[in-house]
Structures are given as C-alpha cells and as structure tokens.
C-alpha cells in the first residue's frame, strides 16, 4: 500500500507554468504504474500524464503533448508534472495515482489505478 500527497497548485496565467509534486509513501519497495489525472466540474477524470515505474515510458495525451512533462526522481519518492504554456482549459483538479504493477507498465486510464492522493487545484486565469 501507498500513500500519495499531491502539492503544487495554484493561480497561473494562461501562458505560464506550474510545478506539481506528489509525494509517494509506503510500500516504495514495490513497482507502480503511475499518473497525473485532472478533473474539472461536471466532467470525469481524465488522464494528462502517465509514467512506468521504470520511468523508460510514458504518456501523453494529445491535448498536452509537448506542454506537460512528468518525471520522478530516482529515488522515486517524488513524482512531478512540470506544466508549461498553460491554458485556461487546463483548470481542474489534479490528482496523483498509484497501481501495483510490473515496472513497464503504462496505465492511461483512471479505472485500474488503486491509490490516489487529494488532489490539487490549478486554476488558469485568460
């Protein structure tokens, strides 16, 4: 089992740039796939970023490709997504997740994953 703990958020302008960490905690000696998800009022969670254990893969949705980077350190204690060129259809809540998987695993969906942190509020102002 793990805990997540999201920080980060806040009020950017559209255009500029934000830095969301996620703290992992717990089993780390295990290997989760893991994922940035947002969700805006009345829409579902979507995923934005997606990263194997391993960190050798990783995913983008096309409505952030070539904006949003995720990484972890290597330690991997702490996951980022680095938000840049924001636009104000990125406001929504974002939440780290966490599912025990082997370390290549890529999961773009939110349905599989086990664990989530609180989430984040980013807000992009136009």
């Known amino acids: 089992q793990v805990h997540l703990e999201e920080a980060g958020g806040g009020l950017p302008q559209a255009g500029g740039s934000q830095r969301l960490s996620c703290v992992v905690s717990?089993?780390?000696?295990?290997?989760?796939?893991m994922g940035w998800f947002r969700q805006a009022p009345g829409k579902e969670r979507e995923v934005v970023a997606a990263?194997?254990?391993?960190?050798?893969?990783?995913y983008y949705p096309d409505s952030v490709k070539g904006r949003f980077t995720i990484s972890r350190d290597n330690s991997k204690i702490v996951m980022y997504l680095q938000m840049n060129n924001l636009k104000p259809e990125d406001t929504g809540r974002y939440y780290c997740?966490?599912?025990?998987?082997?370390?290549?695993?890529?999961?773009?969906?939110?349905?599989?994953?086990?664990?989530w942190g609180q989430g984040t509020q980013v807000t992009v102002s136009s």
């Open positions: 997740g966490a599912k025990q998987a082997p370390p290549d695993t890529l999961i773009v969906v939110p349905s599989p994953y086990d664990y």
């Open positions: 717990g089993r780390t000696d295990r290997s989760y796939a």
């Open positions: 990263i194997s254990w391993s960190g050798g893969r990783t």
